[in-house]
């Protein structure tokens, strides 16, 4: 037996190389075995690869020529709320919060102008 130090560097294995690379395993292994996990962790890669890469995907519809007709159409709605519920929600939370910071402001604002009463 004799120590072996193992090193990945782009998917290559090198032995008694101490370059810029990620060490994988520093201890006492026989040589059958370095090649033997050598075999695995290439076959790991490979799979991983494979399933990682070649995944079927679904197709999806083309939602944009609907979009563009539900926004393009002249109902009187302002152009920020045509997208339904969520867009309202979205636009009463800012003007609450706008409302609510503004009025923060004036409070600290005038908090500050007026002189603290000594007790």
């Known amino acids: 037996m004799r120590l072996s130090l193992l090193i990945v560097r782009q998917s290559r294995l090198k032995k008694k190389e101490v370059t810029f690379s990620t060490v994988l395993v520093l ?13 695995h962790l290439r076959s790991l ?8 890469s070649s995944s079927a995907r679904r197709p999806l519809e083309n939602k944009v020529p609907h979009k563009q007709k ?30 609510f910071g503004s009025g923060y402001v004036l ?13």
């Open 27 to 39: 201890k006492r292994l026989p040589e059958g075995e370095v090649i033997t996990m050598f075999r």
């Open 45 to 52: 890669q490979q799979v991983s690869r494979r399933t990682l």
């Open 107 to 119: 409070y600290t604002l005038i908090d500050a102008a007026l002189p603290k009463k000594k007790n």
């Open 70 to 99: 539900l926004f393009q159409e002249d109902n009187g709605m302002p152009v920020h709320l045509k997208g339904g519920s969520t867009d309202a929600l979205l636009y009463r939370a800012t003007m609450a919060l706008t409302v």
